[in-house]
C-alpha cells in the first residue's frame, strides 16, 4: 500500500506503516501512485525568502504539490493562484497561538481560506505580524472547529528552548490533556526539527494512532521537499480527507544543519523591523514560564 524506500540503518523501530524516517525518494512513491505534498512552507509573505514563483518552480522540478502556509498570512497562497499553479498548492496557513503553539489550517478551497483570515486571523495580528495574534491555541481550534477545515499541530515537540508546540505545552502543563483531540492530526516529521523531536512526535502519533502530516517548514528553496506527505487522491478535497481518515503517509528527514543555519539567518533578518514588539510578545509568552520557575525555586 505504501512507496518503497530503502531503510535507513539509524531509523527507529517503531513498527510504523504510515512514516518513513528517511530521504524520500519521490519518483519511487510517484510511480506507486502516490501525490507527493511538502505540507508546510513558507514564503515571502511572511519570515521567508522564497518567492511563489520560485517555489512552484521547485515543486515542479520535484513533481510534488505544495501547501504555503505562512505565518497569519495568506498573500502567498492568493498569488500561487492568481494563474493555474503547475503543481497541487494546498490553501493554508500557520497561526501563531498567543500562548506559544503553531497552528497549521488546511483548507479546501480559496473562498473557505480567505474568510478564516478576514474574521479570525487579521483583526488579531499584531504590530510584530509573523508572530502570536492575540488568540490563545484553545480560541484558535474552537474558531476552525467551525469551519471546513484540517487542524494539525505544527512542529508539536518544538522548540528546544521556546513553546511552540502544543504537544510540549501539554507536557509541561501550560496546556489541557485533552486538547490533542481537538486536532484532525499531528506534523510528525518536521524538517526544521531535530531528529529527537521528530522521533517523539513518531512516537506520539504511533501510540495514539492519530492523523499525521509531514512538511519541510522551509524558509528556503533547497529545503523544499525534504518531508512529504503522501497520498492516493489528485484534489485539494480528496487529499485532505485521507489525512483526516489517515489513508496516507508521511516521508523524510530533517534538513542539514548547513540548511538550518541558512534558515535561522533568513528568519532572524526578517523579524529586525519588528525587534521591540517581537521581544514583548516573547515576554508575554514566557512569563508564566518563569514564574513556575520561581515558584519551584521557592519551594
Excluded at 187 to 200: D, F, H, K, P, S
Aim: aromatic share 8%; charged share 20%; proline share 6%.
Amino acid at each position: 500500500m505504501f512507496p518503497p524506500r530503502v531503510k535507513d540503518e539509524d531509523e527507529p523501530a517503531l513498527g510504523s506503516t504510515r512514516i518513513y524516517f528517511n530521504q524520500p525518494g519521490i519518483q519511487d512513491i510517484r510511480a506507486a501512485g502516490f501525490t507527493c505534498v511538502d505540507m508546510h512552507v513558507h514564503t515571502v509573505y511572511s519570515d521567508s525568502r522564497i518567492s511563489v514563483g520560485a517555489l512552484l518552480k521547485r515543486a515542479q522540478e520535484l513533481g510534488i504539490g505544495v501547501a504555503i502556509t505562512d505565518h497569519n498570512e495568506i498573500g502567498g497562497v492568493l498569488e500561487a493562484y492568481k494563474t493555474i499553479p503547475p503543481v497541487p498548492v494546498i490553501p493554508g496557513i500557520e497561526v501563531s497561538a498567543a500562548d506559544g503553539p503553531h497552528i497549521l489550517l488546511y483548507f479546501r478551497t480559496i473562498p473557505a481560506l480567505a474568510d478564516f483570515y478576514e474574521l479570525h486571523v487579521k483583526p488579531h495580528r499584531r504590530e510584530s505580524p509573523f508572530m502570536a495574534i492575540h488568540l490563545t491555541t484553545e480560541e484558535i481550534l474552537a474558531r476552525a472547529g467551525e469551519c471546513d477545515c484540517l487542524k494539525v499541530a505544527a512542529h508539536p515537540y518544538g522548540y528546544s528552548v521556546i513553546n511552540r508546540g502544543v504537544l510540549k505545552c501539554v507536557d509541561k502543563h501550560l496546556l489541557p490533556r485533552e486538547l490533542p483531540g481537538s486536532l484532525d492530526a499531528i506534523e510528525v516529521i518536521c524538517g526544521g526539527m531535530t531528529r529527537a523531536l521528530n522521533q517523539r512526535a513518531i512516537a506520539f502519533a504511533e501510540w495514539e494512532r492519530c492523523g499525521i502530516t509531514g512538511g519541510s517548514d522551509a524558509h528556503c528553496l533547497a529545503a523544499v521537499g525534504s518531508v512529504v506527505t503522501c497520498c492516493h487522491s489528485s484534489t485539494t478535497e480528496e487529499f485532505l480527507r485521507d489525512i483526516q481518515n489517515q489513508h496516507n503517509c508521511v516521508a523524510g528527514t530533517g534538513i542539514s544543519s548547513f540548511t538550518k543555519g541558512v534558515t535561522a539567518c533568513i528568519i532572524a533578518g526578517k523579524y529586525v523591523p519588528y525587534t521591540i514588539p517581537s521581544l514583548v510578545i516573547h515576554y508575554e509568552q514566557n512569563v508564566v514560564r518563569f514564574r513556575k520557575f520561581v515558584c519551584r525555586w521557592r519551594r
